[in-house]
């Protein structure tokens, strides 16, 4: 047997029960959304030379929210996905999910709203943008819940299996974004011309809508009623939930105040290094979508097989996720050589902004690469509820490196330069894989050999 056919045959075995079918849905749902920002990063760009920087600023308040959606939905991922045969059980998992999801996004709502003047100056944003960006970050706030409630159902939807669904009620959120953006924010005839905060406002209707959707068809599919829902008991879920969560929100809280801090230093810089590095990173989290989707896919599966005791087919599942990956991840670092200037030169028309993406492009890419295995390996983290490793490889690259860094440079010791900054994500993106393909190899070690029973279902 040749080379090629011992490939073919190996490729075989481990793709035989990936569900290609599912996964291909929750790519489109996360890409498609994400293939709708550049036509919203097309209208910020036209607004203002300053629309840009305004709406980045919200990457300051998108640390809480990252918190919030990487805490009870984790714990809802990993529980719904081990017991997605139970409809009794996903419902009590599904609504302590969504009550303890609105009591935390109202606080952080609260806050934000009360002690927004004090947060801007907290971030060092630029006195120039100052009056906008306040009522920028007040509009988004207000929008906290309904995006937390929404992501909370569609997670529970994405771990039942039902790609297909997710991809449907995500378009039509995605359509109404559209029609709402070409009416507040274009620079069309038929536009009111809001400007920034018609962007916020955009937003916030849209997540209303998707989280009236998404709780109508969760309804439908679990055929369970207002009344039932309300007395579904659900106390006894908090503790599993928050066992869960509390590691993967406390790795996104340590995550994202290392983030805050080196936005805070490129603020330092100027506005143009802060835009040029939020728009190569907007670009790039468009690009990585079906990577996050492939993740969320895989985190599901390994929930999913766990349940099942399908151990072998299991491995086979991540083999195969691994594989696609890093043919993707290879795919975007080449087509970015030749594309990336003329993209981000498309979504913005600033020169300086745009040197300033490529820049951050070029000094990446390997990262990128190293950043998208990262993802797939986290999903054994994810799909088995074991969220402290996800813990440990934030704090050894944050507070290890990242933190570290940028005392150095509130200390003055050392003056940043924008590559020398950027240098600092590029180490954090080789060594994250590495860890995390550790940790992950450890978990599954701990698996049986095979199947626990003689035969797989397909």
């Known amino acids: 047997m040749d080379f090629y056919q011992r490939i073919k045959k190996q490729w075989e075995i481990i793709t035989e029960f990936y569900p290609w079918y599912f996964i291909g849905f929750l790519i489109l749902a996360n890409f498609i959304p994400q293939s709708y920002t550049l036509s919203n990063l097309y209208w910020i760009g036209r607004i203002s030379t300053d629309a840009l920087v305004i709406t980045e600023q919200y990457e300051f308040m998108q640390t809480a929210l990252e918190v919030l959606l990487s805490t009870i939905p984790v714990g809802v991922l990993a529980l719904v996905a081990q017991n997605y045969h139970n409809r009794e059980k996903i419902v009590e998992i599904v609504k302590a999910g969504v009550i303890l999801q609105v009591a935390l996004s109202l606080i952080v709502t609260i806050i934000f709203v009360f002690f927004n003047r004090e947060g801007v100056a907290m971030i060092g944003t630029p006195l120039g943008i100052v009056d906008p960006t306040r009522e920028y970050l007040m509009l988004r706030s207000i929008a906290f819940p309904f995006d937390g409630i929404a992501y909370?159902?569609?997670?529970?939807?994405?771990?039942?299996?039902?790609?297909?669904?997710?991809?449907?009620?995500?378009?039509?959120?995605?359509?109404?974004?559209?029609?709402?953006?070409?009416?507040?924010?274009?620079?069309?005839p038929v536009s009111l011309h809001m400007g920034v905060p018609g962007v916020a406002i955009g937003f916030l209707f849209t997540k209303i809508l998707l989280m009236i959707i998404s709780l109508a068809y969760l309804i439908h599919i679990l055929k369970f009623n207002i009344t039932s829902l309300i007395t579904t008991t659900w106390h006894h879920q908090v503790i599993p939930l928050f066992r869960i969560g509390s590691w993967a929100g406390l790795e996104t809280v340590i995550r994202m105040i290392a983030y805050m801090w080196i936005l805070a230093a490129l603020n330092l810089l100027g506005k143009d290094e802060y835009g040029g590095f939020g728009l190569a990173l907007w670009i790039m989290w468009i690009l990585f979508m079906p990577i996050f989707a492939l993740g969320t896919g895989t985190s599901v599966l390994v929930g999913n097989f766990i349940s099942e005791k399908r151990y072998g087919d299991l491995r086979n599942i991540l083999k195969t996720s691994l594989v696609l990956v890093t043919a993707f991840s290879l795919t975007i670092a080449i087509t970015g050589f030749l594309w990336w200037h003329h993209v981000s030169l498309f979504l913005n028309p600033n020169p300086t902004i745009v040197a300033f993406s490529d820049t951050t492009f070029s000094l990446l890419f390997i990262g990128f690469i190293g950043y998208c295995l990262g993802i797939v390996l986290r999903s054994v983290f994810y799909g088995t509820g074991k969220?402290?490793?996800?813990?440990?490889?934030?704090?050894?690259?944050?507070?290890?490196?990242?933190?570290?860094?940028?005392?150095?440079?509130?200390?003055?010791?050392?003056?940043p330069t924008f590559t020398m900054v950027v240098g600092v994500y590029l180490v954090v993106y080789i060594i994250d894989p590495i860890l995390a393909y550790l940790w992950a190899r450890k978990v599954v070690s701990e698996f049986p050999a095979g199947n626990c029973d003689a035969t797989s279902p397909a």
Do not use: Q
């Not at 299996?161 to 995605?174: D, H, T, W």
């Open 387 to 415: 969220t402290r490793y996800i813990l440990y490889i934030t704090c050894i690259t944050n507070l290890g490196i990242i933190l570290p860094f940028c005392s150095l440079i509130w200390t003055g010791i050392i003056t």
């Open 152 to 188: 909370i159902l569609l997670v529970a939807l994405k771990s039942l299996k039902r790609g297909r669904e997710v991809f449907i009620l995500v378009m039509v959120a995605v359509i109404t974004n559209v029609v709402l953006d070409l009416f507040l924010i274009s620079n069309t």
